[in-house]
């Protein structure tokens, strides 16, 4: 609907994914004129062939677009019908009608939109915009801000799009929230839940104890649930069949799944007593939400072959994401037997999946322990009944010694003064680990993929010249990974029932971002902020893409050679700086320039006093921050780039929250500050 926000919400959602950006309205010129001199079926015509040209340039991108249409484009027949062949997520920006009225009424840059009130027209187009549309956005409530419908809307178009898709491996805890609502809490009550979610790498809810299971309410709370955990959501409904409350027919149970789709939930359960084509037809329409096939039962496994059966149930031929299987015991050799099947369900069956093996019962403590991947806690800080805290499990793990000691390294030439041993050697023995990280000396990819396909091996650091020459080797890339074109970050996977999955991830960009976050102002508004690029290597394409997650408004980029700065600019969307006596006020600088070349800025790039970073962490002052220190400028060194995307490193190969303080101190007493 006209009003809703669409843009100022769709431009803001491409620049924190790193999309490009696409306003319809933008490409249609004079459009108050238009309608005035030939009337609105001439705006709809020129509508439908804007959204034809934005899909064709869609389709060719290398880097996606987010697309923002005109809120009347579904009055046309024809643009109902592209709209729902299009192939890509579609978005219905919904916003309280009151709010539509209010700012309509100020706003006269607009043609009218004729005798019809605008609740009348939104009456209207309701079931259009529905019929029209994969997923739905609307704020959880109607006190929230604009910040907050801002990172809210942010965060659901990454997890629709793939953009920020979540990967869960290793030790991952998964809690259950069951509630009756989650409206009317108090404020004890919203901090205690979003507390516990901090503990945990996604919340469950359980969606057949909600007191009201209208769709509407359901959507409401599951907006409410991504409002208050701020961590993945995985919408599960229970049928009384496998132990929850969920008593409808199997139609209405596939239209409440539909919400939970809707609503851009991360993880979606689906239950294998469901008929196997409904499953597959819903599972086919799942796009980025990742699906866990589930099958309960309530009673014992009694072996392989039994638990082979349960997965195969459970996986709808395969076409989940994830398999979970769940029985009752009363005794821990069930627990043994099951964790031993899971680990042989890939040679025994070929499902290739990850997989979640629990037990219920009061000997089910022991699968908490065994079972490492996204292990069932409960919702809270501590331990509930026969379900162990993910703090108690953390615990007995440690004192069991089930962790299983993981080699990492840090690849690549020359490295033997690398911090990152210190660093990430520091953060096992705080964490109680027993990994170890050391060197791995070389210029060759094979030497590194002989090295990362050892037994022990967990996984390790990649700096130059191996970032980009170990992207095909990778069995998966992240989106940043993938965006950026280069590997800094190698995870190997056991979770997916085969010996070794690679996944190789960037974690520059954070090095890029977090210290910018830290060192300037809580209250900046990054859509006012022009910055700065100098260089348009490898490390400038994740210092764009950082500074583009980042929400800066203007990016410009300046390289001695003309033609590497305007490729860059090109794939990322990015202005092109030709000279750096011609820049104007910016309120960032990052330079990627080597320290050894001397760098620095003209003397009026810094009297507007910027930011300014030089990501070299050799030596401790750079030519360019020591100019930039003594001009009153903020500077950051290299080495918190250093520090915080090793930081991330750290948590993606543990899967838990790296000790920031220690290993900081660590690098800085490497470099001898």
């Known amino acids: 609907m006209r009003g809703a926000g669409k843009t100022t919400l769709g431009s803001g959602a491409a620049k924190a994914v790193g999309f490009n950006f696409i306003d319809l309205d933008e490409m249609i010129p004079d ?39 005109g809120g009347g484009i579904i009055e046309a027949a024809v643009n109902q019908t592209i709209l729902k062949q299009c192939g890509i997520p579609v978005v219905w920006v919904k916003r309280p009608i009151e709010d539509i009225e209010n700012y309509l009424n100020a706003d006269g840059t607009r043609p009218a939109l004729g005798s019809e009130s605008v609740a009348d027209i939104y009456t209207r187009r309701e079931p259009l915009y529905r019929s029209c549309s994969s997923h739905e956005y609307s704020p959880a409530s109607k006190g929230d801000g604009f910040d907050e419908v801002q990172q809210g809307f942010f965060a659901r178009v990454g997890t629709i799009s793939g953009a920020t898709r979540g990967i869960l491996r290793g030790e991952t805890f998964c809690s259950s929230l069951e509630v009756a609502t989650l409206d009317g809490l108090s404020t004890e009550q919203a901090e205690s839940i979003a507390s516990a979610a901090a503990d945990v790498h996604a919340v469950e809810l359980r969606v057949d104890l909600l007191d009201d299971l209208s769709l509407a309410n359901v959507d409401h709370q599951v907006r409410m649930a991504q409002k208050r955990c701020s961590k ?10 496998d132990g929850g409350k969920f008593s409808g027919s199997e139609a209405e149970f596939w239209k409440l799944m539909d919400v939970g789709l809707r609503a851009g939930c991360d993880f979606l359960d689906v239950p294998s007593c469901w008929s196997l084509s409904k499953r597959t037809g819903f599972v086919q329409r799942c796009g980025a ?6 099958y309960r039962r309530k009673g014992r496994c009694t072996g392989q072959q039994d638990f082979n059966e349960a997965c195969r149930a459970a996986s709808c031929s395969g076409a989940v994401d994830i398999v979970r299987a769940v029985f009752d015991t009363d005794t821990s050799s069930d627990c043994l037997m099951v964790h031993s099947a899971a680990k042989e369900l890939q040679k025994s069956t070929g499902i290739a999946k990850p997989v979640i093996a629990f037990h219920t019962g009061p000997a089910g403590q022991m699968s908490q322990l065994l079972g490492t991947f996204m292990t069932p806690v409960p919702h809270g800080a501590a331990s509930q009944g026969s379900f162990l805290s993910a703090a108690d499990v953390k615990r007995s793990r440690i004192l069991l010694g089930t962790h299983s000691p993981r080699r990492f390294f840090l690849f690549g030439s020359p490295i033997q003064t690398s911090p990152s041993p210190t660093m990430h050697t520091t953060a096992f ?37 191996l970032k980009q020459d170990v992207l095909p080797h990778m069995d998966e890339l992240t989106p940043a990974a993938s965006r950026i074109g280069a590997v800094n970050t190698i995870i190997v996977e ?10 190789g991830d960037n974690t520059d960009w954070i090095g890029v971002m977090e210290p910018i976050k830290q060192n300037s102002p809580a209250t900046t508004d990054w859509s006012t902020v022009t910055a700065l690029v100098v260089g348009a290597g490898g490390t400038s394409r994740a210092v764009v893409y950082g500074l583009q997650k980042l929400g800066c408004a203007k990016i410009m980029i300046y390289n001695r050679t003309a033609a590497r700065a305007e490729e860059l600019a090109e794939t990322f969307g990015c202005d092109v700086c030709p000279s750096l006596d011609e820049v104007p006020v910016v309120q960032l600088v990052v330079s990627t320039i080597t320290a050894s070349v001397g760098f ?8 507007s006093k ?22 009153g400028c903020t500077v950051i060194g290299g080495i918190d780039m250093l520090i915080a995307q090793g930081l991330k490193q750290c948590e993606l190969w543990t899967m838990g929250a790296a000790p920031a303080e220690e290993v900081r101190a660590a690098a800085y007493a490497h470099r001898g500050v």
């Open 31 to 69: 459009i108050k004129g238009l309608v005035a001199r030939e009337g609105w079926p001439a705006f709809r015509a020129a509508e439908t062939a804007v959204l034809r040209e934005a899909l064709a340039i869609c389709a060719t991108a290398t880097t996606p677009y987010v697309i923002s249409c």
């Open 232 to 241: 993945p959501i995985i919408f599960t409904l229970l049928p009384e069949s």
């Open 289 to 294: 939400a990742q699906v866990i096939g589930s």
């Open 429 to 465: 023995e705080k964490l109680q680990l027993p990994h170890t990280y050391g060197l791995c000396e070389t210029a060759d990819v094979n030497v590194l993929l002989a090295t990362i396909a050892e037994e022990q091996a967990g996984g390790g650091s990649v700096t130059i010249p």
């Open 494 to 503: 056991r979770a997916r029932g085969v010996d070794r999955w690679l996944i």
């Open 600 to 607: 620095t800025l003209p003397p009026a790039v810094l009297e």
């Open 610 to 631: 910027p930011l300014v970073f030089d990501v070299n962490y050799k030596p401790a002052v750079t030519p360019l921050t020591a100019q930039a220190s003594a001009a």
